[in-house]
T-cell receptor, first 114, second 115 residues
Framework: AAGVIQSPRHLIKEKRETATLKCYPI?????VYWYQQGPGQDPQFLIS???????DKGSIPDRFSAQQFSDYHSELNMSSLELGDSALYFC?????????????FGPGTRLTVT | AQTVTQSQPEMSVQEAETVTLSCTYD???????LFWYKQPPSRQMILVIR??????QNATENRFSVNFQKAAKSFSLKISDSQLGDAAMYFC????????????FGTGTLLAVQP
């Protein structure tokens, strides 16, 4: 079965640089979620999109922005990177008809800021 | 505030034995869903089992089952016949429906399986 695809899988950036993370949801899934998991921590919700509109917002810094495109893929743009942004970034997707609120996670993008 | 608490940072079980991981949550919502996710060393988040709050019957998926005590706001995961591949971090998570889409995770329990 098709899964959530994230690219790149690993990314190394320097402080103050910009990074773009991409997420391709499972086919037919119309909702995308972004989570940030710091070292030794649980995933923290950043933002979600439903049918290309922002549906919920969590603890996402103002330096970050995201959007969902017409093909339902999503991009998380991160600017003025800080050392504390080093984390594993997960994208998840869901479709209401496939179980209530079940979110299927991608493999994650490991971002390292040096 | 809606919270999820896992009070066991680490647990250990012998292969083929049974282990129970604890989770409690706090909410005033009536419509919510509870999940257990497994995160092996690969860091992939894998859905193990889910429970709808309106269902009284405990969910079961093969060797995995839950003990859902709604009044006590408790949602424990039982792993039977533990296997080496069960070794992972296990996160309890909640979804409260309505306008919010986010999963709220507990801090996780690291499960070791001894051969």
């Amino acid at each position: 079965a098709a899964g959530v695809i994230q690219s790149p899988r690993h990314l190394i950036k320097e402080k103050r640089e910009t990074a773009t993370l991409k997420c391709y949801p499972i086919p037919r899934h119309d909702t995308v979620y972004w989570y940030q998991q710091g070292p030794g921590q649980d995933p923290q919700f950043l933002i979600s999109f439903y049918e290309k509109m922002q549906s919920d917002k969590g603890s996402i810094p103002d330096r970050f922005s995201a959007q969902q495109f017409s093909d339902y893929h999503s991009e998380l743009n991160m600017s003025s990177l800080e050392l504390g942004d080093s984390a594993l970034y997960f994208c998840a997707s869901s479709f209401p008809g496939e179980g209530p609120y079940e979110q299927y996670f991608g493999p994650g993008t490991r971002l390292t800021v040096t | 505030a809606q919270t999820v608490t896992q009070s066991q940072p680490e647990m250990s079980v012998q292969e083929a034995e049974t282990v129970t991981l604890s989770c409690t949550y706090d909410t005033s919502e009536s419509d919510y869903y509870l999940f257990w996710y497994k995160q092996p060393p690969s860091r992939q988040m894998i859905l193990v089992i889910r429970q709808e709050a309106y269902k009284q019957q405990n969910a079961t998926e093969n060797r995995f089952s839950v003990n859902f005590q709604k009044a006590a706001k408790s949602f424990s995961l039982k792993i039977s016949d533990s296997q080496l591949g069960d070794a992972a971090m296990y996160f309890c998570a909640s979804h409260y429906g309505g306008a919010t889409n986010k999963l709220i995770f507990g801090t996780g329990t690291l499960l070791a399986v001894q051969p």
